[in-house]
């Protein structure tokens, strides 16, 4: 057996969840269910609704979930969304969650300046620490799309991990100004804004697709240091429907010996302080 591949606190796979804190920073007419056949110039009124369901209803019966099944999870979150609804950001922070930063808005930052970029990242941060008092250690980049300088500036700001990396199954650190940075990957295979909301899946494909991830992964874990990773919005993942089949998810994957789930900044700081971790 191959020692080095595996994760450095005994686990023989680790579940990184995902969930994200965006209803309430979204913009006017943001993408929704609704098909795209409004006038131009008039709100999409209905569709504001979907997004509100995610902060009045969504994260709070995920908060509940997280809970009755012990686990910890990482919630990606915009800054406007945290300042519209602090309470639940705090709560988010006070029930044990990591809270990670996810811009400033919806703004792509790809196409920003240097200074313009650094600024959108540090204020989406400073929204976050000043209402809940954490300080965000990781990055997630809205639809993933960071630009050439994304990296350099999250380094020159303390943040010690990104995710908007799909081209592994387990962490890894690359170099960024000289310096140690870990990249904890992402997903798009099991992630609920393509699969239910995008593409219509019901929970029952959902729960299927991702139970043969778990499988596979587990199987290669004997071998190899392995990291599945989900997925949820505050808007289609806290629906009832979807809390309850990830229960049942959740409950599947705990029946596995080794299975443990973590939240992002500890993934990233396992990953730094073990010295088989891989570099590119």
Do not use: C
Not at 55 to 71: A, S
Not at 109 to 127: C, P, R, T, V
């Amino acid at each position: 057996m191959n020692i080095r591949s595996k994760w450095a606190d005994g686990s023989r796979l680790v579940v990184s969840i995902s969930m994200q804190f965006e209803a309430g920073g979204h913009p006017d007419n943001a993408e929704s269910p609704f098909p795209d056949n409004l006038e131009k110039g008039y709100k999409d009124l209905p569709a504001a609704t979907w997004y509100e369901y995610g902060y009045k209803e969504g994260i709070p019966r995920m908060l509940d979930n997280w809970d009755r099944y012990g686990i910890k999870v990482t919630s990606h979150m915009v800054g406007t969304a945290v300042l519209k609804n602090p309470q639940l950001a705090k709560e988010i922070v006070e029930r044990g969650h990591e809270a990670a930063a996810h811009g400033m808005n919806w703004s792509s930052q790809y196409n920003l300046s240097y200074d313009q970029e650094k600024k959108f990242i540090s204020d989406g941060a400073d929204a976050i620490k000043k209402i809940t008092g954490a300080t965000p250690v990781g990055y997630n980049a809205n639809w993933l799309r960071r630009g050439e300088n994304t990296l350099k500036i999250l380094q020159e700001l303390d943040f010690r991990y990104h995710i908007d990396d799909l081209s592994r199954d387990e962490p890894f650190i690359i170099q960024v100004n000289g310096s140690d940075f870990v990249v904890v990957p992402y997903t798009l295979r099991n992630n609920d804004i393509l699969l239910i909301e995008g593409k219509n899946f019901s929970v029952d494909q959902f729960f299927n697709q991702v139970k043969q991830e778990f499988d596979q992964l587990y199987a290669e874990a004997e071998f190899k240091r392995r990291q599945l990773s989900m997925s949820f919005h505050d808007r289609i993942g806290g629906t009832p429907q979807m809390v309850k089949i990830t229960g049942d998810l959740i409950r599947y994957m705990q029946q596995h010996k080794g299975v443990s789930f973590k939240r992002k900044d500890e993934i990233a700081a396992l990953t730094l302080h073990d010295k088989t971790s891989i570099r590119e």
